[in-house]
């Protein structure tokens, strides 16, 4: 059964069955929320969700989503939109304990994605912080 966590661990969380959907969403609600240009997400069936450890946080985005997050570190967890996504959650990819297994399928919300993203795969790339020499 695949796991997640927030970064200090408090939260622990499980799920089963299978992933309906992967994505990465560039809406204003996930950048701010996240602090990121792209929050990459992956959507199972709300009934086959379940917290293991701890109790999260609920901050309501908007009027129809909430957003849950570890009250101890910050870490961003999952979300709820009945009206968006019914009988659905999203679970930020990034917290699973094997994330590598759930690449994104398809970006969404792109009209609100910011305009250098589409830099980012040019950018130089180092596999730890570069030398300051």
């Known amino acids: 059964m695949p796991t997640g966590r927030c970064h200090c661990g ?4 499980s799920f089963r069955g299978g992933v309906r959907h992967s994505s990465v969403c560039h809406c204003t609600d996930c950048r701010r929320c996240a602090g990121s240009p792209g929050v990459p997400w992956i959507g199972v069936a ?12 609920m901050y309501r985005s908007s009027a129809d989503a909430q957003r849950f997050f570890c009250g101890k ?8 939109n009945e009206n968006a996504l019914p009988g659905m959650l999203d679970i930020q990819t990034a917290t699973l304990d094997d994330a590598e297994n759930y690449p994104p399928t398809i970006h969404v919300q792109m009209a609100d ?10 950018l130089p790339q180092c596999d730890r912080f570069p030398s300051s020499g």
């Open 46 to 57: 709300a009934d086959d969700f379940a917290i293991e450890q701890g109790h999260p946080e």
């Open 113 to 122: 994605a910011l305009k250098w993203e589409e830099l980012l795969a040019d």
């Open 10 to 13: 408090a939260i622990v969380y």
């Open 73 to 80: 570190c910050g870490t961003g967890l999952w979300y709820t």
